[in-house]
């Protein structure tokens, strides 16, 4: 019940440096976990066949999925909500670059994912689709009234910063972390202080008055509104539309990091990243 607890951890060893390594992910899938009961889950071993956790409060099985096999993150999600019968389960799950363990495969669940450090392809190593969650069990506070005053208190204090940003820093920096990333026009810091095309160009110059009147066209044009993982305030995700793609979700600084990566346009991140969902999905339906 805490503001803003929402974090699922995973911690593992890296199969890019062989080095302890933790990727979090905001969404719902570890407040579900604590509603079931728990605080954390720990995998040890490996499966000799493709297989996924399904933990329904104090029931725990481990289900084939070979079925599942092949199956991108979207398409396996719905299929396990659909197989259990249960449509609020939280589902975190890999999809074929987890399976084939690439080294850079995520963990994706709902609208967020854990992408750091290649722990995608663990969890394909250890032959783990997917762990599935519904938890339905209340969350006991030892000196409730005392622990909403506190949240209270944090509330005030989010809604203090924004109403009152700090003076004289990059917009980026004048309110509480980076949630205000799909809210904010000005990109001046974004596209001048970071690299372009592979990391190898600097272009100090390229953000002018032009620029920044275009790039805020397209933006309002895109998102659709803001929307925040859960018991949060901060919105630091937002729902896109798109000519000729699906609705979707994109996270804080995705809306131009493909546009610098690929030193294309400035509609080209909403694009790309649409037509990556749009396409497992198309491509669920024809099978």
């Known amino acids: 019940p805490a503001t803003g607890a929402n974090r699922t951890i995973v911690s593992t060893f890296s199969p890019q440096t062989l080095l302890m390594a933790y990727s979090i992910m905001g969404g719902f899938w570890a407040p579900e976990l604590k509603f079931a009961g728990y605080d954390k889950v720990i995998i040890r071993g490996k499966s000799p066949n493709l297989v996924y956790l399904w933990i329904n409060n104090d029931k725990v099985e481990i289900r084939d999925a070979s079925h599942l096999q092949g199956k991108g993150c979207l398409e396996t999600e719905e299929l396990i909500k659909q197989e259990l019968k249960e449509p609020k389960a939280q589902v975190a799950t890999i999809g074929l670059a987890g399976e084939n363990r690439v080294y850079f495969a995520s963990i994706e669940q709902g609208r967020s994912s854990a992408s750091r450090g290649g722990i995608g392809a663990v969890m394909g190593d250890k032959g783990l689709k997917a762990i599935a969650v519904r938890g339905t069990k209340d969350v006991l ?5 005392e622990f909403f005053e506190l949240c209270n208190e944090v509330l005030k204090y989010i809604q203090h910063r924004a109403d009152n940003p700090i ?57 659709e509104r803001l929307i925040s993982c859960y018991n949060c305030p901060m919105k630091c995700g937002g729902i896109i539309t798109h000519p000729k793609l699906q609705r979707y979700m994109m996270k804080c600084y995705s809306k131009l990091t493909y546009t610098m990566a690929a030193m294309s346009d400035l509609d080209f991140g909403f694009k790309i990243a649409g037509l990556a969902q749009s396409m497992e999905w198309t491509d669920t339906q024809l099978r």
């Not at 506070?141 to 009234?145: C, D, E, G, S, Y």
């Open 141 to 145: 506070v030892a000196r409730p009234a």
């Open 167 to 223: 003076k004289g820093v990059p917009p980026i920096l004048a309110g509480l972390g980076s949630p205000q990333e799909m809210a904010l026009h000005d990109e001046q810091w974004h596209t001048a202080s970071f690299a372009w095309g592979n990391a190898r160009i600097r272009r100090k110059d390229f953000w002018n008055k032009e620029v920044e009147k275009k790039w805020k066209k397209t933006q309002d044009k895109a998102v």
